[in-house]
């Protein structure tokens, strides 16, 4: 399980939000690599992943990126705490 924590303003950046301006959040990439890439070897997602985080300019640690590489790779869930800060 991962852990962030997000700026409550800034949680259209990690979730998808269809009131949101934002773009791509990183939920939608990261759905979109689980379905793309499942089976394949998890070093060849993590730097999907990581490019993904840093569109959504969000700082997940580089376990946090293998781990849910590993998940995408065997298809397991992937469990996210996300804190939320700011007021």
């Known amino acids: ?10 949680l259209d950046r990690l979730l998808a939000d269809t ?8 939920q ?3 759905a979109e690599l689980a379905v793309s890439y499942r089976g394949r070897p998890a070093a ?6 990581r ?3 840093e569109r ?11 781990d849910q590489a ?3 790779s065997s298809g397991a869930p992937y469990e996210l705490r996300i804190r939320v800060t700011g007021r």
């Open 44 to 49: 060849t997602i993590v730097p999907l992943l």
């Open 28 to 30: 939608q990439a990261f």
């Open 1 to 10: 399980m991962g852990e962030i924590s997000v700026d409550r303003r800034h």
């Open 51 to 53: 490019a993904a985080a």
């Open 56 to 66: 959504a300019l969000l700082g997940f640690t580089a376990t946090d990126l293998a």
């Open 19 to 26: 009131a949101s301006a934002f773009g791509h959040p990183y």
């Open 70 to 72: 590993e998940a995408i």
